[in-house]
């Protein structure tokens, strides 16, 4: 399979990039934020949902190593999220946009265990990019209905506070 390459320069085309990662395993400290350049940068393993030939018909599937960019960032806020614990393991659940004044906005990544990261943008400038090796697994990712009674993760809500302020990555 050839590796993935995708830009975001609209909200619409976050949703594929989300779905992308969707499932990624990302380590704590494999976050930075370059906040000299307006750059948030993380990087992890990836599920490729879209590799429809291999194990993941036998219940498995591949993941591979990717990076994703997130350019203009103006602001980073976290929610659940300890940046003490740099070996800490993060499971993605989903990148979504909510507009401001446009074209800027906030990008809010979810993650299982209601953790949380907000982005406040300029614009929607984002790069995902399989970095590194691809590699079978013997698990697809799998994941609860959430009904109606239930309540799911809040992404567009309180992830912001003085005390959850993102650390410089410089």
């Not at 990624?24 to 000299?36: N, S, T």
């Not at 350019?71 to 980073?76: L, M």
């Not at 906030?106 to 990019?129: K, M, N, Q, S, Y």
């Amino acid at each position: 399979m050839t590796p993935l390459r995708l830009i975001a320069l609209e909200p619409e085309d976050l949703t594929v990039i989300s779905a992308a990662m969707q499932d990624a395993i990302i380590r704590v400290g494999a976050i930075e934020w370059q906040r000299g350049q307006g750059t948030f940068l993380l990087s992890g393993n990836r599920f490729a949902w879209e590799a429809d030939d291999g194990p993941a018909s036998a219940g498995g599937g591949e993941r591979r190593y990717a990076a994703l960019k997130f350019a203009r960032v103006e602001g980073v806020s976290l929610q659940g999220i300890s940046r003490d614990d740099p070996e800490m393991m993060l499971s993605l659940l989903s990148i979504q946009f909510t507009p401001g004044d446009a074209p800027s906005g906030r990008i809010v990544l979810t993650f299982a265990g209601d953790g949380g990261i907000a982005l406040d943008v300029e614009c929607v400038e984002v790069e995902l990019a399989d970095v590194g090796p691809a590699w079978d697994t013997p698990r697809t990712p799998s994941h609860s209905i959430v009904g109606d009674d239930d309540q799911s993760p809040d992404t567009e809500g309180d992830v912001t506070g003085e005390d959850a302020r993102f650390s410089d990555g410089d």
